[in-house]
């Protein structure tokens, strides 16, 4: 059974960078599209970025200038580094797995998530 | 990006009525069109991918349909495990774009 870990800070100073990981356990890293996506509080969610286990990449632009999504395949661990954050990062963050079935992309397994909160 | 609106917002039912969850695209996503299950404190849960078909191991009562930009989820009998916030997803092209989610209660 595949199971995804996030881990790291839980709390980021505004303007400093918020680090996080994602270990996977119970399957290979191959020819999947590894992900983060966060979710505010209270609120809906949003797709960051993911990593091809080849090394490509794809972000969403509106966050695209300030995140960094890297693949450690040794590790089986991917992971995000945000830079300048401010309040409106605050949020849980997943890992998650995509996988295409045939044409079909989804995300399949999700990690618990991770609260990151802002605080000066 | 590709906006996806929900509606309703939210819903209440009781256990054992037929739910239907609209999902509308602001353009074609053919069917490249999921649906999550969350519950409060957990991570989302796939129930439905390309529309229609449903994820290994989610209970037949949940079912999918539409392409191009309408989708519905519909529950065909809710069991009191099913109350829960619900999302669609497009995966037509990135960004990739979740709907703002429909919070199912009982009524």
């Known amino acids: 059974q595949v199971q995804l870990q996030e881990s790291g800070p839980g709390l980021v100073k505004p303007s400093e960078t918020l680090s996080l990981t994602c270990t996977v356990s119970?399957?290979?890293?191959?020819?999947?599209?590894w992900s983060w996506i966060r979710q505010p509080p209270g609120k809906g969610l949003e797709w960051i970025a993911y990593?091809?286990?080849?090394?490509?990449?794809n972000y969403n632009p509106s966050l695209k200038s300030r995140v960094t999504i890297s693949l450690d395949t040794s590790k089986n661990q991917f992971s995000l580094k945000l830079t300048s954050v401010t309040a409106a990062d605050t949020a849980v963050y997943y890992c998650?797995?995509?996988?295409?079935?045939?044409?079909?992309?989804?995300?399949?397994?999700w990690g618990q998530g991770t609260l990151v909160t802002l605080s000066s | 990006d590709i906006q996806m609106t929900q509606s309703p917002s939210s819903l209440s039912a009781s256990a054992g009525d037929r739910v239907t969850i609209t999902c509308r695209a602001s353009?074609?996503?053919?069917?490249?069109l999921n649906w999550y299950q969350q519950k409060p404190g957990k991570a989302p849960k796939l129930l439905i991918y390309?529309?229609?078909s449903l994820q290994s191991g989610v209970p037949s009562r949940f079912s999918g349909s539409g392409s191009g930009t309408d989708f519905t989820l519909t529950i065909s009998s809710p069991q009191p495990e099913d109350f829960a916030t619900y999302y669609c997803?497009?995966?037509?092209?990135?960004?990739?774009?979740f709907g703002q989610g429909t919070k199912l209660e009982i009524k």
């Open positions: 390309g529309a229609s």
């Open positions: 997803q497009q995966t037509h092209s990135t960004p990739y774009t």
């Open positions: 998650s797995r995509g996988k295409y079935s045939g044409d079909w992309f989804y995300f399949d397994y």
């Open positions: 353009q074609t996503v053919s069917s490249y």
């Open positions: 990593i091809y286990y080849s090394g490509s990449t």
């Open positions: 119970g399957g290979s890293i191959g020819t999947y599209y």
